[in-house]
């Protein structure tokens, strides 16, 4: 069987058979019902719809951290270990300023 | 030139209408070009009661994504981009789905095919059990094969046509419609395999 020949013919087939463009009684009535149908989409109330359901797990986690935080065990470093090597390090310049002579 | 020009405007003016929240603008857009979206969605669905969802599905998708077409190049290139890619996409959510496999030809099939074996000239393309076979083999391909053999093959497109019907690119359409023509053959000879021997 010569494959190509039948391929040919059977390309020829669907060529002389081209399809109905018969459109169903009232299509267009029905499309136009379902977009009158279809709920109007407001990006406020996506954005708003979003954050409410976005705000319960932020709150876990917020109430997580904070008891992570209040019950975990202090460790052996001062806690004001950083506050005080910041404060040394911006007042740093300040011990070290020579007094100004005003009388010269 | 002028009845064109003020059918175009006619069109351009309801585009608008559209645009500007009139919705039922939006009707005599679908009752004219329906008749072109009904015949290319039935190139490609395999029943008549999924061939109404596809082309409702079409013209959903056209509504929503009006916003999206330029007025330098016709509506109907745009609507028609859009239904071939929503036929690929429908042809492809079936191929995922498919549960038959290749059942065995119809008696007029299989008469038309034997014709063609030992009388060439007297299978004739007009038949009917040709345009069942053609169908069938058709159904058998994959999705990107199925719809280059039918843009390039059957509706006569042109590379470039086709490419911009499929958003794919020139070379990746030369490249499936090798592929596909391939992959015709192989299901024919599938075909003529179990038939034959």
């Known amino acids: ?104 | 030139m002028g009845i064109l020009h003020r059918m175009e405007r006619t069109e351009a003016e309801l585009i608008a209408a559209v645009l500007k929240g009139d919705a039922a603008s939006f009707e005599p857009l679908v009752e004219k070009y329906s008749p072109r979206i009904f015949a290319t969605v039935r190139r490609y669905a395999r029943r008549e009661g999924e061939v109404e969802d596809i082309a409702q599905d079409i013209w959903l998708k056209a509504f929503e994504r009006l916003n999206s077409f330029r007025s330098e190049a016709p509506f109907e290139h745009w609507l028609m981009r859009l239904a071939v890619r929503t036929c690929y996409d429908a042809l492809r959510a079936h191929h995922r789905n498919r549960e038959t496999t290749f059942t065995e030809l119809t008696e007029p099939e299989a008469d038309w095919l034997d014709r063609f074996v030992n009388q060439p000239d007297t299978a004739k393309e007009d038949a009917e059990a040709a345009r069942q076979l053609i169908a069938r083999v058709l159904e058998q391909l994959s999705p990107s094969a199925r719809l280059v053999i039918t843009l390039q093959e059957i509706e006569q497109r042109s590379v470039k046509e086709v490419a911009a019907l499929t958003g794919w690119s020139v070379p990746l359409v030369k490249v499936r419609a090798f592929r596909a023509r391939a992959e015709m053959r192989k299901v024919l000879a599938k075909i003529a395999k179990e038939k034959y021997l």
Do not use: H
């Not at chain 1, 669907?14 to 459109?23: C, G, H, K, T």
């Not at chain 1, 267009?28 to 954005?47: G, N, Q, S």
């Not at chain 1, 052996?76 to 404060?87: C, G, K, M, R, T």
């Open chain 1, 1 to 104: 069987m010569n494959l190509a020949e039948l391929e040919q013919k059977l390309v020829a087939a669907a060529r002389a058979n081209p399809p109905s463009d018969w459109v169903p009684y009232a299509f267009e009535k029905r499309i136009m019902a379902r977009l009158a149908a279809r709920p109007v989409v407001d990006d406020w109330a996506l954005w708003a719809r979003a954050l409410w359901r976005a705000a319960a797990p932020c709150a876990a986690i917020m109430l997580l951290l904070g008891a992570w935080s209040f019950f975990a065990p202090p460790r052996n470093a001062p806690a004001n270990d950083l506050s005080q090597q910041l404060e040394q390090t911006l007042l740093a310049a300040v011990d070290q300023e020579q007094p100004i002579d005003l009388t010269r």
